[in-house]
């Protein structure tokens, strides 16, 4: 299954199936994006930028097999940065605060489930 399949399947069903009314789309684009090229490395870079930011022990929550750790949309920004946020909420003409939001949101599950044996799979 591709990364954006995978993504966009789970954030449908966190949302109970309502993945296509508006919102939901919104949400699994933005995190979607962010996965696949928002940062250099794709999911493994982003991983790499919040480790280095000091959300490593989040990180190793959502690779490992216990449960995940919340993360804050206000790490998410001070781990990524507002002008790496803005770019990415340019593109989707949002503001910068609901691309963190949904981060925050979906990241944790998503990592997870695209780590059933602790290691990050691509596809």
């Known amino acids: ?3 954006m399949d995978m993504v966009l399947n ?3 069903g966190a949302m109970g199936g309502q ?3 508006g919102g939901g789309d919104m949400l699994s684009n933005i ?6 090229n928002g940062v250099s490395g794709g999911a493994g ?3 790499q930028q919040l480790e280095q930011a000091g959300l490593g022990q989040h990180v190793q929550s959502w690779l ?8 804050e ?4 920004t001070n781990a990524l940065g507002s002008s790496q ?23 944790p599950a998503i990592i997870d489930k695209m780590s059933p044996h602790g290691t990050l799979q691509s596809h």
């Open 45 to 47: 870079g982003l991983l």
């Open 73 to 76: 949309a206000s790490q998410i």
């Open 85 to 107: 946020l803005g770019e990415l909420a340019a593109k989707f003409g949002i503001s910068p605060d609901m691309v963190s939001q949904a981060m925050s949101q979906y990241l």
């Open 1 to 3: 299954m591709a990364l």
């Open 10 to 12: 789970l954030i449908k």
């Open 31 to 36: 995190v979607t994006q962010m996965l696949q």
């Open 64 to 71: 490992g097999s216990g449960q995940n750790m919340p993360v």
């Open 19 to 21: 993945g296509q009314q």
